[in-house]
């Protein structure tokens, strides 16, 4: 059971838009992660560039899901401009990270894994921008 304390300083942690932002892109990322791997060794699809656009799909829709309701709770956007404008911004940062994914991976033959982490890298400043400034408005 946790303390008091424990649980007052959790709850200031999670007080924080910073801190949720990077917990609900923990989250995305996982699923993105889990479907691009599930793609590449279950399926057997041969493209890590198509596995990696295909798992943004499903990555992209836990992030929304994630920002509207826990990150960016504040917001009194009205759905629909911000399912629009998030689609547009994340269509956007998919397919720079396929790009990326597609050069990495499949022109240079370089780990997939690796070139996920520094796509994702460059992604999470992206999305924390456009999501604050553009999408949700806070």
């Given at each position: 059971?946790?303390t008091?304390r424990?649980?007052?300083?959790?709850e200031a942690?999670?007080?924080q838009q910073?801190v949720?932002y990077?917990?609900?892109?923990?989250?995305?990322?996982?699923?993105?992660?889990?479907?691009l791997t599930f793609n590449l060794?279950v399926?057997?699809?041969s493209?890590?560039?198509i596995s990696?656009l295909v798992?943004?799909?499903?990555?992209?829709?836990?992030?929304?899901?994630?920002?509207?309701?826990f990150?960016?709770?504040?917001?009194?956007?009205?759905?629909f401009k911000?399912?629009?404008?998030?689609?547009?911004?994340?269509?956007?940062?998919a397919?720079?990270h396929?790009?990326?994914?597609?050069?990495w991976?499949d022109?240079?033959?370089?780990?997939y894994?690796?070139g996920?982490?520094l796509?994702t890298?460059?992604?999470v400043?992206c999305?924390?921008?456009?999501?604050?400034r553009?999408?949700?408005?806070v």
């Amino acid at each position: 059971m946790l303390t008091s304390r424990v649980r007052g300083k959790a709850e200031a942690l999670l007080a924080q838009q910073s801190v949720r932002y990077l917990l609900n892109g923990l989250a995305a990322t996982a699923v993105h992660f889990v479907v691009l791997t599930f793609n590449l060794k279950v399926l057997g699809w041969s493209s890590a560039g198509i596995s990696n656009l295909v798992a943004a799909v499903f990555g992209i829709a836990a992030s929304f899901l994630g920002s509207r309701h826990f990150v960016f709770r504040g917001s009194v956007e009205p759905l629909f401009k911000q399912v629009y404008r998030f689609i547009f911004l994340y269509a956007a940062i998919a397919l720079l990270h396929g790009a990326l994914m597609y050069v990495w991976a499949d022109h240079y033959h370089l780990n997939y894994i690796v070139g996920f982490v520094l796509a994702t890298g460059l992604q999470v400043l992206c999305s924390y921008w456009g999501n604050k400034r553009m999408v949700f408005k806070v």
